[in-house]
Each structure stands twice: as structure tokens, then as C-alpha cells.
């Protein structure tokens, strides 16, 4: 199957920081999806990317798709308690228009 | 939420007895998907269905079986529960349309003994 390696897998960081996360894939991608689960809940989408090199943003949330199709990035800008969760990253191959691969997460904790 | 409804929530069963977990969805999309979570691999498929009693399987399958007769609804049966399947399971649904994204239910957290 796909290998979708995402990191870090957690990080600390201090209210106000900026937080960079990525993934990387064996596999050339046509969608990049960003999720984030909070506990006891399902994940929930945070950005869709369809084109390489498009660049989205979603409040401070932004995104990239990337050149090579092969990684993605998720940057949060001065993050505040509410950012604490997991947050995935998702991919599709070409062709396999019913089946995402998820990397295994990153853990986001956020420190007065 | 984007319309998804999993039930129940949380179920203890024992091992060896079948179980079953109901999606029911209110968006009339086409696609809908089980996943399964666990700790150090993410989210896993297990089985989708792309209509009304077409269903394929995932990269996790063996163990399940899924039956859609119904375009809201999608059951997920674990024909003899095994504590492998300890799991948390997602439901999730998707236009089907090109690339759409997926949107996920709240999950139901099984406990096999």
C-alpha cells in the first residue's frame, strides 16, 4: 500500500508560535487533504488541495500542495489553546478517486 | 457534523460473537467508508461502497464484511469479534465526484474481551 510519512508526530509549543507540520509520500498524489480530530470526536477537514504547487488558507491555517506531488505542509500561525488535537494529513493516488491513505498524525499540545 | 450518525458509540462484546455498527447518513452522497483508528496507524479502510449494494474492500477487510441496502445507510459486521478489533471506527461519506473529500462521524469505540 501507500507510505505516507508525517511529521513531526508531537510537538509543544507555546501560545503565539507558529507551528509547521508535513507529510511525505511514496507515491505521486493529486489531492492533499488536512484534517484535525479533537478527543472523542471524528476528524474534521481543514483544507482540501487539488493542484501541485497551490498554496490555500484557511484562517491561520495554510497549506500546500508541492511541487514534486509527493509532500504536502500544514502551517498554523500564532497558535492559541483551541489548536491543541491530532492533525492528519491525506492523500489520493490518481485513479484511486475512492480511497484516501491517512499519515498516522501529528499531536499538537500548546502551552500557555 | 456533516450528517453522520454512528451507532452506538461505545459497545463491549465478547470474543467470538458478531457485531454490527450502523451508519446512517442524511446527505445522499454516494460514497460512503469504514475506517478503523489505532494508535500508531491512523486511520485504515476497511471496507467503502461507491452505491446501493456495491461495496469493495479496503486494505484492512479480513475479519468484516459491510452491507449497504440503502443509500443513508452503511453496516459494518465483525463476524466473529476478535481482540484484534478493538478499535475505534469511523464512519465516513463523500460526493464521490472527482476529488471530494471525505467527512468523517463521531466514531464508535468498540471493546472486545
Known amino acids: 500500500g501507500q507510505q505516507l510519512n508525517q511529521s513531526p508526530q508531537s510537538m509543544f509549543i507555546q501560545e503565539g508560535e507558529d507551528v509547521s507540520m508535513n507529510c511525505t509520500s511514496s507515491?505521486?498524489?493529486?489531492?492533499w487533504l488536512w484534517y484535525k480530530q479533537d478527543p472523542g470526536e471524528g476528524p474534521v477537514l481543514l483544507i482540501a488541495?487539488?493542484?501541485?504547487?497551490e498554496l490555500t488558507s484557511n484562517g491561520r491555517l495554510t497549506a500546500q500542495f508541492g511541487i514534486t506531488r509527493k509532500d504536502s505542509f500544514l502551517n498554523i500561525s500564532a497558535s492559541i489553546p483551541s489548536d491543541v488535537g491530532i492533525y492528519f494529513c491525506?492523500?489520493?493516488?490518481?485513479?484511486?478517486?475512492?480511497?484516501?491513505?491517512f499519515g498516522t498524525g501529528t499531536r499538537l499540545q500548546v502551552t500557555l | 457534523d456533516a450528517g453522520i450518525t454512528q451507532s452506538p458509540r461505545h459497545k463491549v462484546t465478547e470474543t467470538g460473537t458478531p457485531v454490527t455498527l450502523r451508519c446512517h447518513q442524511t446527505?445522499?452522497?454516494?460514497?460512503m467508508y469504514w475506517y478503523r483508528q489505532d494508535p500508531g496507524h491512523g486511520l485504515r479502510l476497511i471496507h467503502y461502497?461507491?452505491?446501493?449494494?456495491?461495496?469493495d474492500k479496503g486494505e484492512v477487510s479480513d475479519g468484516y464484511s459491510v452491507s449497504r441496502s440503502k443509500t443513508e445507510d452503511f453496516l459494518l459486521t465483525l463476524e466473529s469479534a476478535t481482540s484484534s478489533q478493538t478499535s475505534v471506527y469511523f464512519c465516513?461519506?463523500?460526493?464521490?465526484?472527482?476529488?471530494?473529500?471525505?467527512?468523517f462521524g463521531n466514531g464508535t469505540r468498540l471493546t472486545v474481551t
Open positions: 446527505e445522499n452522497h454516494r460514497y
Open positions: 461502497s461507491y452505491g446501493v449494494k456495491d461495496t
Open positions: 488541495l487539488y493542484k501541485a504547487g
Open positions: 491525506a492523500g489520493r493516488v490518481p485513479g484511486t478517486a475512492s480511497k484516501l491513505t
Open positions: 507515491s505521486i498524489f493529486n489531492t
Open positions: 465516513a461519506i463523500s460526493a464521490g465526484q472527482g476529488n471530494s473529500p471525505l467527512h
